[in-house]
């Protein structure tokens, strides 16, 4: 089961690694990471994919919870909410291929940020399966180089993480 | 932390401020090797005489030392050492206290902040290197916040689920031509940080109910028990409700080993009336205890098939970890414990006496398998468990018991019978050989008028006798009591019994030192015992001899096996009796 863990923590040097070495210590798997530094600069907001059934994901949070930075967590996938990825990606495209291109980001509402005669540079924002659909959609060009973000993520409604 | 102060506040160097501050946080005593790192840290112990330190003569060492005075006083223990190599050589003994929940401060030299990353001479990342063996760690950036940082470091250590907390200060925060006000904060409050105390209620009522109509219930206790200071109140409950008790490794001494209520020591070496206890229990009541694969067996689907688990633990990432619990409870053992006996006794409601009864004299008829009775002595061999039961009886039950590991462990485990919280002292987490010897160290420094007896084997000794020099520097009086059986006789064990008795690396007798002549070359009694017939009168020479270290070479028939021991794969009901039974 994917999940995703929005996790308020100090902002403090160390902070970062002992998150992520907890994943490596206990043999969890992180799918995505993202992390910087929130309105209040003394936390920062760190979201990550990770995966498992039930009694994983308890005791994932769980050992999340004991690590002395973390401040508070949320298991977003546990009730209605919003997830988003930004992509930036460089492809080739000469000739009629260019128009082919820029047709298929119009359709997945993406932008292109740079340009030369041979490539584009794409920005597109959405939750990953998105990402991935346009993936698939310009499959036939020459992907040069790709660079996601990874998931970050808030709860639909009134409910918040915040101290 | 308050600012107001600051005007009348004296100023001291960061070096300064860290011994004022353990001072002002009531430690007496902390374990250490000095070098180039914490030489102003050193400087500054040597102005004053609240602190004081103890030089032992290896890292580990201090770390042992520290966690055996943690375990026996309940107070977090105190390590100095410097960077690079002093920092590593504390590794095995923070692994040690963490795997065990121990409070300790482990406060580690740096190299100058302007020359950390730079690969210079015996720096070493600390910080990263200890992250997964500590509770939390700090580096000092300048010296003014090193007494909130030891504030906060006692503070974490101790409450909670405890465990070690790592310090790591650059050498130019200690400078002493730098100097700040000192103010040691009064109260911490951490924001991302609290302990849990109470239990739930609703989940308490709901135990309680359990408990109360179990047929064929069990008491499960662990180390949880001993660091929460839980003893008591285990006690008590245990009485009221007239239930089977059994206690972890880490938990013996939870409840008092003489009394009939206690079946023993149970999991891998257990008894045979524990093990089936729990086997066939209905309601398992776990408390402060983490269901070890050494308590379960490896297979944890045969684990108590019939039971309803109720799990008690301070750390909410220690239930359901392995095995599911049914009625969960977060909380500090000690506060649960009272609220279940207030429950209970504001119910007024009784177990049945004749379901009980029923019960009782099932573990009854366990019990009869008599699964601890030592075996007769055969070619004038001395049995390693006669030694432990005469340990005792010259010890009257009370004395601090430090063990390494193998074993002389579980003998000691099995044998000795702890009556009484914070006897038993010993590494049951992680296994540490080389444990024994600086922890009973800690435990002497700490209760310097009591018997402190480390029960090891010759191969665990051998990885720490070093500390024979520090015991000699403060006259401790220890009593090491080694079960030489010439090998390393766990490891034996196993090859006997999966490896077609093929000893590999397991054996070094020709190679062995005389341990008489070492220990007298340290200054210390040696003693050797070869024959059963010489073990009482020599073993109450040893006792004897209170103001001296003694060492007891004690040559055990090499080929005695610990039993009972569980069935790989199989369920707690599985076990090996003798070197001739199984279950």
Known sequence: MRRIISILMENEPGALSRVVGLFSQRNYNIDSLTVAPTEDQSLSRLTLITS??????EQITKHLNRIIDVVKLVDLTG?????RELMLIKLKATGARRAEVLRTVEIFRGQVVDQTDSTYSIQLTGTSEKLDGFLAAISDCKVLEVARTGVTGISRGTKVLAI | MTGERTEQAELLSGGEMLIRALRDEGVKIIFGYPGGAVLHIYDAIFHQDHVEHILVRHEQAATHAADGYARATGKAGVVLVTSGPGATNAITGIATAYMDSVPLVVISGQVESRMVGTDAFQETDMVGISRPIVKHSFIARNAAEIPLLVKKAFHIATTGRPGPVVIDIPKDTTDPR?????VYPSEISMRSYSAPEKGHPGQIRKAV???????????????GVIQGNAAEAVTRLARLLGYPITNTLMGLGGFPASDPQFVGMLGMHGTYEANMAMHYCDVLLCAGARFDDRVTNSDVKKFCPDATVVHIDIDPASISKTVTADIPIVGAVASVFEDMIAEIERSKAKPDADTLKIWWDQINRWREKDSLRIPEPENGLIKPQQVVKLVHEMTGGDAYVSSDVGQHQMFAAQYYGF??????INSGGLGTMGFGLPAAMGAQFAFPDAVSVCITGEGSFLMNMQEFATCMQYQLPIKVICLNNQALGMVKQWQDMQYGGRYSHSTYAESLPDFVKLTESFGHVGIRISRPEELRDKLTECFALKDRLVFVDVLVDPDEHVYPMAIKG??????????TERT
């Open chain 2, 178 to 182: 730098v100097k700040a006000p000192y």
């Open chain 1, 79 to 83: 009730g209605a909410h919003i997830e």
């Open chain 1, 52 to 57: 498992g059934d039930e009694a994983r994901i």
């Open chain 2, 419 to 424: 009556d009484r919280p914070r006897r038993w």
């Open chain 2, 570 to 579: 199989g369920a707690m009901k599985d076990m090996i009796l003798s070197k």
């Open chain 2, 209 to 223: 109910d359990a408990l109360l109509h179990a047929k064929r219930p069990m008491l499960y206790s662990g180390g």
